[in-house]
């Protein structure tokens, strides 16, 4: 491969407010600690972790691409999450704020979490879970998912957390990959102001042969289930019977904690497999650095699903490592009203809001007179994460959400880095809209062509990640060669580097911007485009709420861009759909170049996305072109598809 070409230039700037930057947890001197000796850097971080036998060994790499990290320390990943923090005198602190759907809502400190997580832990003791076992764990947002982890954790056991969203054959796949022992459930969950069933869902994946021999329901939706006598039982029942006390025991810091099936935006999910030290290591650390967290005033909000990698590392290990307190809330965003977020927000006081792209730009589509109604003053710091941000819901998330003034990182990471990679320091970072930046301290990224050199700026490359980091995935459950495959085949010559899927480029300053996905890179007449800078085009004119840019083949320039394009509610009736795609062509021709002029703009009025949100552009790719649709089954709604299908038969 060649290079990616670069087209988007953006020239805004926002240097860090000199009072936050006085204020801040995390200085420049983090990256000088960790270009001095990065091995040392990690292994001081991870002594701020609780180790029940001191680490000697840092990093073992001797069989790669296999990293062992702090190997020979033990620890306990829930002890490090609460008993340390009750101990310390921190019991009476609020860990979790939760606010339900219907506006039921509950309190938990760091005390009254650690007594539940200790007798969960005895409960599934009971039903002998132990060391290693896996447990699936399919739950609402309710508190009970994050004692259920932590209970696992306790143990030494492996979580298999899944979705509540997906189908009893997507949950089926799951446990048997993993081949669980307990599912943890509950009978139902709210969503959009309805009970949707649960239970239900785990009795059809358990038909037939299943490794399951219980499973536990939490009582949430109060809807009726069917109960198996023997293998069910009620979580109030296990918990009641089950003693309160429960010493953790220390476990090899290379002990697995869990597997977590990928978005699966690209196809199949594959099972990533985390451990524990470094794990719990960088996710506490970049939750701290990254957030500018002061534990005891701060009130941190993370907007994900415990189902994705942000909700384990930002909602539940990252965050009760460092005894902060925050808000978990159950439902959508839009009921029962769209200003829910932001009334939580100001009910809460949330200090710090981590969301994705996706949500963001469904608020721009509303319009920014929903937010403006709320009191949004507590917030201090914005943070981004799951696709690229483009430049502008960048500034609209800046200006509409923060008041115009708190800093926005944005956190490139992934299920297999397990915790941040790329991110700007808000206290450090002069920060640019639209650009992850910079590696956080003591990660190292290249952005090589496709023979291992290095790409030099202004143009992209490919990713890749070029010594080990603490958080990194072990493998892919079950399937050790399609771990080296995946992702380390590609560079194995050169040091074994980790290639991971993305493009990027690296500007003069040596900040880093994320170019989509590789296998989404367009071929136009011998240019190599991304579909996030065209993407960001599209977004940057007033009327467009959210875009999605493919490839589609072309006799004559070999591919074609197409372009799908939402137009913003208040804009809706301002044009035909003709004069928006005559008009938006020329505005990418404008803002980026005649080159990334898409032949065909789609103007839609939904995106197919997965369930954590992500934009599904091989499912574009397949209609553009007029072939079959591929897989379906991580999208979170299945008729967008035919709507758009639908839409481009009728020629419109
Ligand atoms: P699959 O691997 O199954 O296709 P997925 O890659 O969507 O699914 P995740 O691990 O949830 O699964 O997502 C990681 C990906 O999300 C990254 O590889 C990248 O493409 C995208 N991403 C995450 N954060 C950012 C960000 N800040 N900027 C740009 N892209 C991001
Ligand atoms: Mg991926």
Known sequence: MTSIDSLLTETR??????????????????YDRAADDRLAYWADRARELHWHTPFEQVLDWSNPPFARWFADGTLNVAYNCLDRHVLAGYGDRVAI??????????????????????????????????????????????????????????????????????????????????????????????????????????????EGETTIEHVLVVKRGGNEVAWTEGRDLWWDDAMADADLDHEAKGFDAENPLFILYTSGTTGKPKGILHTSGGYLTQAAATHHDVFDLHPESDVFWCTADIGWVTGHSYVVYGPLANGATQLMYEGTPDTPHPGRWWELIEKYGVTILYTAPTAIRSFMKLGRQIPQKFDLSSLRLLGSVGEPINPEAWVWYRDVIGGGSTPVVDTWWQTETGAMMISALPGVTTLKPGSAQVPIPGVKIDILSDDGARVDPPNGGLLTVRDPWPSMLRGIWGDPERFVETYWEKFRDDGWRYFAGDGAHVDEDGDIWLLGRIDDVMNVSGHRLSTTEIESALVGNPVVAEAAVVGASDETTGQAVVAFVIVKQSHREEHTDDEFVQLLRAHVAQAIGAIARPRDIYIVTELPKTRSGKIMRRLLRDVAEGRAIGDTTTLADTSVMQIISDKLRSGA
């Open 13 to 30: 700037r926002f240097a860090p407010d000199p009072e936050f930057t006085a204020g801040s947890v995390a200085g420049r001197e983090l």
């Open 97 to 206: 704020h939760w606010e339900g759907e219907p506006g039921d809502s509950r309190t938990l400190t760091y005390g009254e979490l650690t007594a539940q997580v200790k007798r969960a832990a005895n409960a599934l003791a009971a039903l002998g879970v132990g060391q290693g076992d896996r447990v699936a764990i399919y739950l609402p947002v309710v508190p009970e998912a994050v004692v259920a982890m932590l209970a696992v954790a306790r143990l030494g056991a492996i979580h298999s957390v899944v979705f509540g969203g997906f189908s009893a054959e997507s949950l089926r796949a799951r446990i048997e990959d993993a081949e669980a022992k307990v599912v943890i459930t509950a009978d139902g969950g709210y969503r959009k102001g309805k009970v949707f069933p649960l239970k239900a869902t785990v009795d059809a994946a358990l």
